[in-house]
């Protein structure tokens, strides 16, 4: 089957593990973003959800349940075949099937680099247990290669907010709360990742150019979010219905029409980070800590001259205080 090709980007109206198989080489993906079905019955999600199904395109392909285990075991096998040496992948799952997705991954030579819990809005209502309202996002590396991770794409490290707290460390902690975007009256799949979320995984995950592949685009959510930060992509969906309607919505986008409305990261060079202090270094610091104290200063105040004084950052300053 021809690939549809949309903005140097391709597309499979295909199985994913037999269309990946036919159509990408060894190590040939720089970063795969995948939410595979959850083996829930699908086909019957709206019963538990507000929503007027005459705006969900039919055609949602479910995975049964007595065929999961074998299912995710090929197709993440193919994930990490495809994979370049240092690339990575994240899962995005629900609980129900998870030990089988877990279970087909220790099997890889694929390494767990974080297990993140995506905490979203508009949960799964029930009255005889908790309301679920969160799913599991598995990221993990293929060894052999140096894996991207732009720890300053989207907060500099030592960028503070107005309460002098960290937003680059609240921003990678391994709990996301993400909302879902609620599309009232808008043609959609039975179940889309926002936008927001992706973005995040490719930020911190890929560059500009590389290569991006999702194995179940369902409604497109990965594509859109990688042809708009320049990112080139590649993805494989069964349904025919879905594939058409949303190949349609790709080809009036413009690619890196995210870029100019994502906040520019505050960067600063931090001159002597991550060099050895020498004996003479801390000789230097122990006297002008101790003439910062004689002024009666705060320590904050003592920390922030030091750090501007000699090149380093608030950490490295207070570690080599505790030695001297």
């Not at 949303?246 to 413009?254: A, S, T, Y």
């Not at 200063?297 to 001297?324: D, M, N, P, S, W």
Request: charged residues 25%.
């Amino acid at each position: 089957m021809k690939p549809v090709s949309v903005h140097g980007s391709r597309f499979f109206n295909d199985d994913c593990i037999t269309g990946a198989q036919t159509y990408l080489e060894d190590n040939s993906v720089d970063l795969i973003i995948t939410d595979p079905p959850y083996g829930i019955r699908g086909d019957t999600l709206h019963r538990h959800y507000n929503r007027n199904e005459q705006y969900v395109i039919p055609g949602y392909v479910e995975i049964p349940k007595n065929e999961y285990a074998k299912f995710s075991k090929r197709w993440i096998s193919e994930a990490e075949r495809v994979l370049r040496p240092g690339g990575s992948i994240y899962i995005i799952s629900g609980y129900t099937n998870l030990y089988d997705i877990l279970h087909a991954l220790y099997q890889t030579s694929l390494l767990e680099v974080n297990h993140i819990i995506w905490k979203y809005s508009f949960g799964v209502f029930t009255k005889r247990k908790y309301v679920s309202s969160h799913y599991h996002i598995l990221f993990y590396e293929k060894p052999g290669g140096r894996r991207t991770f732009n720890a300053e794409s989207r907060f500099g490290l030592a960028e503070k907010t107005a309460n002098g707290r960290s937003p680059n460390t609240s921003d990678r902690e391994d709990v996301w709360l993400i909302n879902r975007e609620y599309k009232p009256k808008k043609k959609k799949n039975k179940n889309e990742l926002p936008p927001a979320l992706l973005i995040k995984m490719l930020q911190y995950s890929s560059n500009e150019g590389d290569l991006v592949c999702d194995f179940f685009l369902g409604g497109f959510s990965t594509a859109k979010a990688a042809i708009g930060l320049n990112r080139r992509m590649v993805g494989f969906e069964l349904s025919k219905d879905l594939f058409d309607a949303k190949v349609r919505e790709l080809k009036p986008l413009r690619p890196g029409y995210l870029l100019d409305s994502l906040p520019a990261p505050v960067v600063s060079t931090i001159k002597n980070q991550g060099r050895a202090w020498t004996p003479q270094e801390r000789l230097a610091l122990a006297s002008r800590y101790a003439v910062l104290k004689g002024q009666k200063l705060l320590k904050k105040a003592i920390t922030a001259i030091l750090c501007e004084e000699f090149g380093r950052g608030r950490f490295a300053i207070e570690k080599a205080l505790q030695k001297v």
